[in-house]
């Protein structure tokens, strides 16, 4: 079993940063590709960035340039650094574990206010 814990969420102004941090716990099982969702009020659950066991990232278009994903390799916290924060990033950020089953953490909530 894969447990993993988010945290750093919080309430921002327009224009600020946060670092979002997801640590991976339980036993060891291959992980092909660590991602943060988010999911808004009245929303689906969206996309925000991948990065697979090699580094490589994707992004979601509305946080290209703005959002980092890092880490997530066994034994280390993954990270989302979210600059330039707009009151449209307001959700509830996920990060998700896929390998031969997908893991998902509990969640952390972003506000930010304009």
């Known amino acids: 079993q894969v447990q993993l814990v988010e945290s750093g969420g919080g309430l921002v102004q327009a224009g600020g940063s946060l670092t979002l941090s997801c640590k991976r716990t339980?036993?060891?099982?291959?992980?092909?590709?660590m991602a943060w969702y988010r999911q808004a009020p009245g929303k689906q659950r969206e996309l925000v960035a991948t990065?697979?066991?090699?580094?490589?990232?994707n992004y979601a278009d509305s946080v290209k340039g703005r959002f980092t994903i890092s880490g997530g390799s066994p034994g280390n916290t993954l990270y989302l650094q979210m600059n330039s924060l707009k009151p449209e990033d307001t959700a509830d950020y996920y990060c998700?574990?896929?390998?031969?089953?997908?893991?998902w953490g509990q969640g952390t909530q972003v506000t930010v206010s304009s």
């Open positions: 998700k574990a896929s390998g031969g089953y997908e893991y």
């Open positions: 339980g036993v060891a099982v291959r992980i092909n590709t």
């Open positions: 990065i697979s066991s090699v580094g490589s990232t």
